[in-house]
Protein backbone atom coordinates (compact mmCIF):
# COMPACT_ATOMS: atom_id res chain seq x y z
CA UNK A 1 0.00 0.00 0.00
CA UNK A 2 0.76 3.95 -0.42
CA UNK A 3 0.72 5.43 2.91
CA UNK A 4 1.58 9.27 2.84
CA UNK A 5 2.76 10.89 6.01
CA UNK A 6 4.42 13.99 7.67
CA UNK A 7 1.49 16.33 7.73
CA UNK A 8 0.94 18.46 10.46
CA UNK A 9 -0.01 22.20 11.58
CA UNK A 10 2.69 25.04 9.96
CA UNK A 11 2.19 28.73 10.12
CA UNK A 12 1.90 30.38 6.38
CA UNK A 13 5.77 30.89 5.34
CA UNK A 14 6.64 28.42 6.69
CA UNK A 15 7.65 24.52 5.28
CA UNK A 16 6.93 21.23 5.44
CA UNK A 17 7.97 17.61 4.10
CA UNK A 18 5.44 14.84 3.40
CA UNK A 19 6.47 11.43 2.52
CA UNK A 20 5.05 8.56 0.86
CA UNK A 21 6.35 5.24 1.39
CA UNK A 22 5.25 2.12 -0.42
CA UNK A 23 5.22 -1.10 1.27
CA UNK A 24 4.16 -4.69 1.08
CA UNK A 25 2.63 -6.08 -2.10
CA UNK A 26 3.02 -2.81 -4.12
CA UNK A 27 6.56 -1.67 -2.53
CA UNK A 28 7.61 -2.26 -6.14
CA UNK A 29 4.71 0.69 -6.95
CA UNK A 30 7.93 3.27 -5.69
CA UNK A 31 10.39 1.87 -8.19
CA UNK A 32 11.85 2.93 -11.46
CA UNK A 33 8.75 1.30 -13.39
CA UNK A 34 6.39 3.55 -11.31
CA UNK A 35 5.47 7.66 -12.15
CA UNK A 36 4.79 9.04 -8.63
CA UNK A 37 2.29 12.18 -7.98
CA UNK A 38 0.95 14.11 -4.95
CA UNK A 39 -2.71 15.14 -5.13
CA UNK A 40 -4.40 17.27 -2.66
CA UNK A 41 -8.05 17.85 -1.40
CA UNK A 42 -9.51 20.72 0.32
CA UNK A 43 -12.38 20.54 2.19
CA UNK A 44 -15.45 21.30 -0.09
CA UNK A 45 -13.40 21.21 -2.79
CA UNK A 46 -12.43 18.59 -5.87
CA UNK A 47 -9.01 16.75 -5.37
CA UNK A 48 -6.61 18.17 -7.49
CA UNK A 49 -3.28 17.57 -8.89
CA UNK A 50 0.09 19.31 -7.08
CA UNK A 51 3.37 17.75 -8.38
CA UNK A 52 4.61 14.26 -10.35
CA UNK A 53 8.20 12.53 -10.98
CA UNK A 54 9.08 10.19 -13.62
CA UNK A 55 9.85 6.66 -12.28
CA UNK A 56 13.94 7.74 -12.44
CA UNK A 57 13.49 10.86 -10.99
CA UNK A 58 15.27 12.81 -13.85
CA UNK A 59 11.31 14.69 -15.06
CA UNK A 60 9.44 16.70 -12.40
CA UNK A 61 5.68 18.42 -13.52
CA UNK A 62 4.01 21.07 -11.35
CA UNK A 63 0.49 22.63 -10.92
CA UNK A 64 1.01 26.80 -11.78
CA UNK A 65 0.07 27.44 -8.24
CA UNK A 66 2.92 25.19 -6.57
CA UNK A 67 5.57 25.94 -9.03
CA UNK A 68 8.53 27.38 -7.23
CA UNK A 69 7.20 26.85 -3.70
CA UNK A 70 7.22 22.96 -3.70
CA UNK A 71 9.59 20.46 -4.60
CA UNK A 72 8.87 16.85 -5.69
CA UNK A 73 11.64 14.00 -5.15
CA UNK A 74 12.24 10.01 -4.79
CA UNK A 75 14.66 8.06 -3.33
CA UNK A 76 13.73 4.56 -5.09
CA UNK A 77 16.27 2.49 -2.91
CA UNK A 78 13.76 3.55 0.25
CA UNK A 79 10.60 3.02 -1.87
CA UNK A 80 9.73 6.69 -0.35
CA UNK A 81 8.51 9.97 -2.36
CA UNK A 82 8.62 13.36 -1.04
CA UNK A 83 6.92 16.76 -1.21
CA UNK A 84 9.25 19.64 0.63
CA UNK A 85 6.82 22.39 0.57
CA UNK A 86 7.96 25.83 1.21
CA UNK A 87 6.26 29.14 1.29
CA UNK A 88 2.79 27.91 2.32
CA UNK A 89 0.07 29.38 1.64
CA UNK A 90 -3.27 29.43 3.86
CA UNK A 91 -5.02 28.11 0.70
CA UNK A 92 -2.46 24.77 0.51
CA UNK A 93 -4.44 23.36 3.34
CA UNK A 94 -5.71 20.00 2.35
CA UNK A 95 -5.37 16.31 2.67
CA UNK A 96 -2.45 15.44 1.07
CA UNK A 97 -2.30 12.13 -1.34
CA UNK A 98 0.03 10.19 -3.49
CA UNK A 99 -0.35 8.13 -6.18
CA UNK A 100 1.23 6.08 -9.05
CA UNK A 101 1.21 4.90 -12.08
CA UNK A 102 3.08 3.16 -15.02
CA UNK A 103 1.77 6.28 -17.21
CA UNK A 104 3.03 9.23 -17.91
CA UNK A 105 -0.33 11.65 -17.70
CA UNK A 106 -0.14 15.19 -18.17
CA UNK A 107 -1.11 18.12 -17.22
CA UNK A 108 -3.44 16.71 -14.47
CA UNK A 109 -2.82 13.43 -14.11
CA UNK A 110 -6.23 11.68 -13.34
CA UNK A 111 -7.06 7.92 -13.28
CA UNK A 112 -3.88 7.60 -11.58
CA UNK A 113 -3.99 3.49 -10.76
CA UNK A 114 -2.87 3.15 -7.20
CA UNK A 115 -4.03 5.25 -4.55
CA UNK A 116 -2.69 5.72 -0.82
CA UNK A 117 -4.23 7.21 2.64
CA UNK A 118 -3.30 10.97 3.10
CA UNK A 119 -2.02 13.25 5.28
CA UNK A 120 -3.87 16.60 6.70
CA UNK A 121 -1.52 19.66 6.11
CA UNK A 122 -3.31 22.75 7.82
CA UNK A 123 -1.47 25.81 6.91
CA UNK A 124 -2.48 28.78 9.42
CA UNK A 125 -2.53 32.54 8.52
Known amino acids: QLQASGGGLVQAGGSLRVACAASGRTSSLNSYAYNMAWFRQAPGKEREFVAA????????YYTDSVKGRFTISRDNAKNMVYLQMNSLKPEDTAVYYC????????????????WGKGTQVTVSS
Open 99 to 114: AADRRWLPPAFVSMAY
Open 53 to 60: ITGSGIST
